[in-house]
């Protein structure tokens, strides 16, 4: 069982950390800066060979910190799989303390390419991933007294862009889901939402639309690095618990 530890900034103690999506961009480097700040990290993804990589990768930093890394299997879009996969972090560890909704899509196409199992897959991973961890880790969060919710949205919470309606539509739901879940829950939980703007990562990769692909490879001519959001997502957690930091919006300067 892990045991809580004074954080080295003295503001917050050692935390067992989930992170889903944290193969690859933004959720491995949220896992690998955790790791630094000495929590432990249950890094959950589908491409299980990434993740022991990502371990293997901060085995040192997690020597020196007294952090750790363990790569899970996890397909967010069933529901029984996230809900295993928190039960099982608890039952290793004794307790939950953090749940990094990070896993999404972004396929972007216009409305009429009709690109329909596209959009459903941005519903399924975007949106139902975020309501499946959330549904299996608020009642973790209320028997224990505390807990942390935070949202890996986008900018495209705040804007919607061309090529970017249904991805938009789902950042948007991400986003109001999110806030919805601060206003309903109890004052110990603690709810954060961190939008990036055009950060280096493999989900323009996904866009098999080409003009929405053309159009994000001038878009994305000055991106900032994934270690950014790790960052901010470092900073809300360091927070002492009388404090909820609710919104952060991450891009590059060149970004309007």
């Not at 549904?135 to 224990?144: D, I, M």
């Not at 692909?213 to 994934?226: L, N, Q, S, T």
Request: charged fraction near 20%; charge should be negative; aromatic fraction near 4%.
């Amino acid at each position: 069982m892990t045991t809580q530890q004074p954080g080295r900034d003295g503001s917050a103690g050692r935390k067992v950390v989930l992170v889903t999506g944290a193969s690859s961009g933004i959720g491995a480097a949220v896992a690998a800066r955790l790791v630094v700040d000495g929590h432990q990290v249950v890094a959950g993804a589908r491409r299980t060979d990434r993740l022991r990589a990502l371990a293997e990768s901060t085995a040192e930093a997690a020597g020196c910190s007294g952090g750790g890394l363990e790569p899970v299997r996890l397909d967010v879009t069933d529901r029984a799989d996230v809900a295993d996969f928190v039960r099982a972090a608890r039952d290793r560890h004794g307790r939950v303390d953090v749940l990094v909704n990070n896993a999404g899509v972004m396929p972007l196409s216009r409305l009429d390419s009709l690109l329909v199992d596209e959009w459903d897959r941005m519903l399924d991973v975007n949106v139902r991933g975020l309501l499946h961890g959330i549904a299996a880790a608020l009642p973790v969060f209320t028997a224990q007294g505390s807990g942390h919710f935070v949202t890996i949205a986008s900018t495209g919470a705040h804007e919607v862009v061309p090529t970017g309606a249904v991805y938009c539509g789902t950042k948007h739901a991400a986003r109001a889901i999110t806030e919805g879940l601060r206003q309903e829950s109890a004052p110990f939980i603690r709810v954060t939402t961190v939008s990036p703007g055009v950060v280096s990562s493999e989900l323009a990769d996904t866009i098999t639309d080409p003009g929405a692909a053309e159009a994000m490879r001038a878009y994305r001519a000055h991106a900032i690095g994934p270690e950014v959001i790790a960052g901010a997502v470092s900073y809300a957690l360091a927070q002492p618990p009388d404090t909820d930091v609710n919104e952060i919006v991450v891009r590059p300067v060149h970004q309007r």
